[in-house]
């Protein structure tokens, strides 16, 4: 059973479109994230959603949204996509004060 | 703000040990955690350090000093499988973590 989940692993795109990406964990954990990772393998976080209470990182352009129908998965919804969203986007969960994180395999994203 | 450093690479013979340092300077301070990455991976968890000492884990281990704001993750009798970025990673918030831009393990024969 996979820890946590994301799909598609590999979304290609043309700039200008909306898309999504799926996250789903079965860990019963009561913290979810987003991160990205660029070309240069540099992670960064992009939100972090835990007991409803959403926290966002204040970099991140508000063309990205976060959304979570339930504990067990949070969604990354993206509008009007660009060239300098193209990186791999990484979902994880922990669970209280454990320092562990559990990534799901990512998410490849291209615009074109 | 926060910000991490930490060798971008490094290099080893199968079988030694290495030493992959990690120095921080953040506004709030929960833990430092280690994470490998391999080439089209997933990162994985490794350890996580909040208080000041050595934290053992079979062949790794990692060291915490709050007071240096410095921390190590170290490897020992090194294998190829080794061979794979190294981020450490620190919790300023409950909810927030920041990352170190990584270390690039080679591990030769």
């Known amino acids: 059973d996979t820890a946590v989940s994301q799909t598609p692993k590999y979304l290609v795109t043309q700039m200008g479109n909306d898309k999504s990406i799926k996250c789903e964990q079965n860990l019963g954990h009561d913290t979810m994230y987003w991160y990205k990772q660029d070309s240069k393998k540099f992670l960064k976080i992009m939100f972090s959603?835990?007991?409803?209470?959403?926290?966002i990182n204040e970099t991140v352009p508000n063309r990205f949204s976060p959304k979570s129908p339930d504990k067990a998965h949070l969604n990354l919804h993206i509008n009007s996509l660009e060239l300098g969203d193209s990186a791999v986007y990484f979902c994880?969960?922990?669970?209280?004060?454990?320092?562990?994180?559990?990534f799901g395999p990512g998410t490849r994203l291209t615009v074109l | 703000g926060q910000s991490l450093e930490q060798p971008s690479e490094v290099t080893a013979v199968e079988g030694a040990i290495v030493q992959i340092n990690c120095t921080y300077q953040?506004?709030?301070?929960?833990?430092l955690s280690w994470y490998q990455q391999h080439d089209g991976g997933a990162p994985t968890f490794l350890s996580y350090?909040?208080?000041?000492g050595l934290e053992e884990t079979g062949r790794f281990s990692s060291f915490l000093s709050r007071s240096d704001s410095y921390g190590y993750l170290l490897l020992q009798e090194l294998q190829m499988k080794d061979s794979a970025s190294y981020f450490c990673?620190?919790?300023?918030?409950?909810?927030?973590?920041?990352f170190g831009s990584g270390t690039k393990l080679n591990v030769k024969p």
């Open positions: 994880a969960s922990s669970q209280g004060s454990a320092g562990e994180q559990f």
């Open positions: 953040t506004s709030g301070f929960y833990g």
């Open positions: 990673a620190v919790r300023y918030n409950f909810n927030k973590f920041y």
């Open positions: 350090n909040a208080l000041d």
């Open positions: 959603y835990n007991n409803k209470e959403l926290i």
